[in-house]
C-alpha cells in the first residue's frame, strides 16, 4: 500500500511530466492543468486544420494537385510548381504568397499552355530582417496560396 508521501511524489512526477509535455512554466498544480487544457485545445485546432489541408488536397486530387518543391540555395530559393493542367489564374496567388514573406523574384520562368509550371528563384527583400525564413516555411506559404486559389476557383 502506497504512503501519502509515495502518493505526494508520484502525483508531484506526473504533474512535472504534464509540465514537460506542455512547455508549462506554471509551478501550481491549477495553472498546469489550465496550461495543459490551452495545449490540448491547440492540438485539436491543429488536427483540425490538417484534416481540411487533406480533404482540399483529396478534392482536388482528381485534378491533379500541383506539386511544390522549394531549395535553399545560399540566399535565395529556388522555388518549382508544377500540375498537368492549367490553372488559369494560380500564378497570381503563387505570387501574392511571395508578397506575404517580402520575397522578391530575380528570375521566372512560366508557362501555362497544356500544363502549369513555375520555376522561381526568390530572395529576401530584407536579408536583415530577425524573422528566419527557410525552405519549409516558403513552401507553406506557396501552399496556402494554392489552397486560396482552390477556394477562389470553386465560387466561381
Known sequence: MFSREQEREAMFKKLQ?????????????????????????????????????????????????????????????????????NCQGLLVFILEAFEELSLEVLQARVSTSDSFILEAI????????????????????VLQGIQKWIEVSEQE
Open 17 to 85: 511530466l504534464l509540465r514537460s509535455i506542455t512547455n508549462s512554466h506554471a509551478h501550481d498544480k491549477a495553472s498546469v492543468i489550465l496550461d495543459a487544457s490551452k495545449y490540448i485545445k491547440d492540438l485539436k485546432q491543429r488536427v483540425e486544420r490538417l484534416n481540411q489541408d487533406i480533404a482540399t488536397a483529396a478534392s482536388f486530387t482528381g485534378q491533379n494537385f500541383p506539386t511544390i518543391r522549394v531549395e535553399e540555395q545560399e540566399d535565395d530559393f529556388l522555388i518549382k510548381v508544377f500540375t498537368t493542367r
Open 122 to 141: 526568390a530572395t529576401r527583400e530584407n536579408k536583415e530582417a530577425d524573422d528566419h525564413i527557410d525552405a519549409q516555411v516558403v513552401e507553406q506559404v
